[in-house]
C-alpha cells in the first residue's frame, strides 16, 4: 500500500493497493477517505490495479483553491481516469462516491468498463423520507446558514475530538461497527486528528458536499444519467443501512432491471468496511461472470 500525490489544479493523494491487473478505482463518500477502502485494497489487487483516491476536500486531499461540490469532484475523478491511470477503469464508489460514479460511467462511457456502486446516494422514494429527529433540525438549520455553518461545525469537532468524533461516525454508518477492524479505526482517528490542524478549510469542504449532494439526489435530472449508462453495473447495498435506505436501491434497479442487485443482510452503509469478505465475495462473483478477471501480482 503506497500513498501518493497527483498534480490535478493542486495535489491529489490517493491509495496505490498495488496489483499489475487491469485497473479499479474505489471513490468515497461524504466525510470519507481512500482509507474506506483499506480492508478490501490488498485482496482486490490480486486481480486488480487497485487505487482510492481523496476527493477534494477530503482525507490528504486539500481545498486548494477547488471546490468539494459533487460535480467539481466528479471532473476530478475523470481527469484522474484519463491523466493519472490513462485506460478505462472499472469504477467502484460508495454513497456520495456512488453518484459520482454514476455521473462519470454515463458522461463518460468509454472510460468505464464496469459500474459498482455500493449504498450509493441516490434519490429516496418519498414514501421512504423521514423526518428527522428534533436534536437535528437546530443543526440542519445552522448548515443552512454561510458562515454560521462552519462555525457550528468547528466547535462540534473541536468538542468531540478525533476519537469520539470517528466513534460516532462509525455508529451512524455501521450496523454493528465493532466489526470493523481495529487498526482501520485506528487509522482513521490519526487521519482526523491530523484534519483538526486544517480549520476552516475542514468544515467548508464538508459542508460545500453535503449541500451538493442533496441537491442533486432532488434533482429529477439524475434519472437521466442512470439511463444513458451502458457499463454493466453492479449494486450492493446493506439490509440496515441509516443513511440511504434499502428501498433506494430498489427503484434503481426497478429503472434499470438489466442491472444486478446484491442485498447484504445485516450490514449498513459502508459493507467493505463492515464485513469485507462478504463484500468481496459479492463483488469478485460478480466480476467473474461478467468482466473476466485477470491475475496480478501485488506490488
Known amino acids: ?9 493542486g495535489p491529489v493523494h490517493y491509495i496505490d493497493f498495488g496489483g499489475d491487473g487491469k485497473p479499479m478505482l474505489m471513490v468515497h463518500g461524504l466525510g470519507g477517505n481512500a482509507l474506506n477502502w483499506m480492508a478490501v485494497g490488498p485482496e482486490v489487487a490480486k486481480h486488480y490495479h487497485a487505487v482510492a ?7 490528504q486531499t486539500p481545498l486548494y483553491n477547488r471546490s468539494a461540490t459533487v460535480g467539481a469532484n466528479a471532473e476530478l475523478v475523470h481527469d484522474f481516469i484519463e491523466k493519472v491511470i490513462g ?3 472499472v469504477l ?3 454513497s456520495m462516491g456512488g453518484h459520482i460514479a454514476i455521473v462519470e460511467t454515463a458522461d463518460h462511457p468509454s472510460w468505464v468498463t464496469g459500474c459498482i456502486l455500493v449504498d450509493p446516494a ?7 423520507v423521514r423526518r428527522p429527529p428534533a436534536s437535528m433540525l437546530g443543526v440542519a438549520a445552522a448548515a443552512s446558514i454561510p458562515g454560521l ?4 461545525f468547528d466547535r462540534r469537532v473541536r468538542e468531540l475530538g478525533p476519537e469520539r468524533l470517528v466513534q460516532l461516525s462509525l455508529a451512524l454508518v455501521c450496523a454493528d461497527p465493532s466489526r470493523v477492524d481495529p487498526r482501520i479505526v485506528e487509522a482513521h482517528v490519526q487521519l482526523t486528528r491530523e484534519r483538526g490542524h486544517l480549520g476552516p478549510q ?11 449532494i442533496a441537491l442533486r439526489m432532488a434533482d429529477p435530472r439524475f434519472w437521466a444519467r442512470v439511463k444513458r449508462i451502458t457499463a454493466p453495473t453492479l449494486v450492493i447495498h446493506g439490509s440496515l443501512d441509516r443513511v440511504i435506505p434499502l428501498a433506494a436501491a430498489r427503484e434503481l434497479i426497478r429503472r434499470r432491471p438489466d442491472w444486478n442487485l446484491s442485498v447484504l443482510e445485516g450490514v449498513g452503509h459502508v459493507p467493505m468496511m463492515e464485513t469485507p469478505d462478504l463484500f468481496l465475495s459479492v463483488l469478485f462473483e460478480w466480476l467473474a461472470y461478467t468482466i473476466a478477471l485477470e491475475p496480478a501480482a501485488v506490488s
Do not use: C, T, Y
Not at 500500500?1 to 489544479?9: E, S, T
Open 92 to 94: 467502484v464508489g460508495n
Open 122 to 128: 441516490v434519490p429516496i422514494p418519498i414514501r421512504q
Open 202 to 212: 475542514n468544515s467548508r469542504a464538508f459542508l460545500q458536499a453535503s449541500r451538493s
Open 53 to 59: 483516491l481523496d476527493l477534494v476536500g477530503f482525507g
Open 149 to 152: 455553518a462552519e462555525v457550528v
Open 1 to 9: 500500500m503506497r500513498h501518493k500525490i497527483a498534480d490535478l489544479d
Open 87 to 89: 485506460e478505462p477503469v
